[in-house]
DNA sequence: ATCGGCTCGCGCAA
DNA sequence: TGCGCGAAGCCGAT
């Protein structure tokens, strides 16, 4: 494995004991780099490896939509590295408090956890270093070329990215070994955890149900991957934006919650011989744009705050803070899709139906919610509040990436100046018709298609 | 249907 | 210092 991928974030030798790894965003057994990593480290030193994942009550005010397909996934974890001999612990609480305890008790000697550039993440390994005395380390296993490779700064949009990954995606595009069956076993007390206990035990918003469209889980995972290279690949580029069509590949959900690699994708994608138009049209949203909101949410800690615009954004939306809005809406009204614009209701309504608005919809969406909004640091707090509230991929870099480019202007450029929106790029309902079937797509939502 | 202008600033060439 | 060009568009002219 290239050590690029690898990142101190406590140095110092390791001591005798086992190996843990702190699952956190990549919530896989297979084309895991951050436990084949802490594999590595376990063979080496010929001592046990487990894996942690801390299940924190109330995380991000997810519901229980997002929380039950997570833990279905985990479950599925649990047996697959159970047979691979590798214990997987699940804790309740926050990681500052359980991952050092953790530590201390099992005498663990080296800790590896997986990369997020979300600030929660961020400060909890910061804070979990602070507690223990023992090395850490942090393995990108989530994008392809790892974020802090791929740049040393933020980036202002797709096209000064692009060419940095390009010229890195040889050296990082490489197949995944095998996890092994682990020589070492782990000899504890520690029973296995109780599953229905925990889903019963949840105690998160329960108004936001789990939706059955969609099956958690890597197996469900690398199923929905091989439809989607079978029979949707091909018309990619062309079917994408067109929200009447089955065009996307659905896989979303599931690199969110690391239950599927992006780089297995990848590969796979690239195995597939679909014509170069397609595969670069995918591979686009895939790659490039996946790791430009990574790259953003590393990069600039208020990447879901109006500070966290560029400047000339920042400029363009305060001279106009006095325009006049035409429409104006409670939340409520938002939430329940009580709008004067059916499109957008149909949005809305396919979002917390469905768990998942098309991505082309949401753009629209988003700038909608800035032209009602009496500022623009409500209508970016409300759409984030929507989004994590019904998303399945909700608290996902991409969420908060797509939504400062379509309030914020982030990776775009300033456009001809108008009300409310100033120099912020304009949408409106004639150029979605002008773009697709909008009555056939609300019709489709209605229908719950 | 298609085209240019809108408007800012990076990043590279010179 | 100059210049080309960019994540998803709009609008008016032709």
């Not at 009550?57 to 939509?65: C, D, N």
Request: overall charge positive; aromatic content about 12%; some cysteine.
């Amino acid at each position: 494995m290239d050590q690029r991928r690898v990142r101190i974030l406590k140095p110092g030798k390791e001591k005798k004991g086992i190996i843990a790894y702190w699952m956190s965003r990549d919530q896989r057994a297979d084309d895991n780099w951050a436990l084949l990593f802490a594999q590595k480290m376990s063979l080496a030193s010929h001592v046990p490896l487990v894996v942690i994942f801390c299940l924190v009550p109330h995380f991000l005010e997810a519901t229980a939509r997002q929380y039950l397909f997570m833990l279905k996934g985990l479950q599925e974890v649990e047996t697959a590295l159970a047979t691979h001999n590798i214990l997987f612990f699940l804790l309740t609480g926050s990681p500052e408090k359980t991952i050092p305890t953790f530590v201390k008790r099992f005498d663990v000697s080296f800790l590896v956890t997986d990369f997020d550039p979300l600030r929660i993440k961020q400060a909890w390994e910061k804070n979990v270093g602070e507690k223990i005395s023992i090395p850490f380390r942090e393995v990108d296993a989530h994008n392809v070329v790892p974020c802090w490779i791929a740049s040393p700064k933020q980036e202002y949009g797709a096209h000064t990215l692009r060419p940095k990954i390009r010229r890195l995606l040889p050296e990082f595009l490489t197949p995944f070994p095998k996890l092994q069956k682990h020589p070492y076993s782990f000899r504890t007390q520690a029973q296995r955890n109780n599953w229905n206990q925990i889903f019963n035990g949840l105690t998160v918003d329960n108004t936001v149900p789990e939706v059955t469209w969609i099956k958690p889980g890597e197996a469900a995972a690398k199923k929905v991957l091989l439809d989607f290279l079978r029979s949707t690949l091909a018309g990619y580029g062309r079917l994408r934006n067109d929200p009447t069509r089955d065009g996307q590949s659905h896989l979303s959900p599931y690199l969110h919650f690391g239950q599927l690699s992006a780089q297995r994708v990848t590969l796979e994608v690239i195995r597939s011989n679909v014509s170069p138009a397609a595969e670069e049209a995918f591979l686009e949203e895939l790659i490039v744009r996946r790791e430009l909101a990574d790259n953003f949410c590393f990069y600039n800690s208020s990447y879901d705050a109006f500070k966290g615009f560029p400047r000339w954004s920042q400029t363009t939306l305060n001279d106009h803070r006095k325009d006049s809005r035409v429409y104006s809406y409670t939340l409520k009204e938002l939430e329940n899709a009580q709008t004067h614009d059916d499109l957008w209701n149909a949005a809305q309504r396919e979002m917390t139906v469905k768990g998942k608005m098309h991505g082309y919809v949401r753009m629209y969406w988003a700038k909608k919610i800035l032209e009602w909004a009496e500022t623009p640091e409500q209508a970016l707090s409300v759409a984030i509040y929507l989004n994590d509230k019904y998303e399945l991929d909700g608290r996902d870099p991409n969420g908060y990436a797509g939504i400062a480019w379509s309030i914020g202007g982030v990776h775009d450029r300033p456009w001809k100046e108008r009300e409310i929106f100033g120099k912020i790029r304009y949408m409106n309902y004639r150029g979605m018709k002008s773009k697709f079937n909008v009555s056939g797509y609300i019709k489709k939502v209605i229908e719950n298609k």
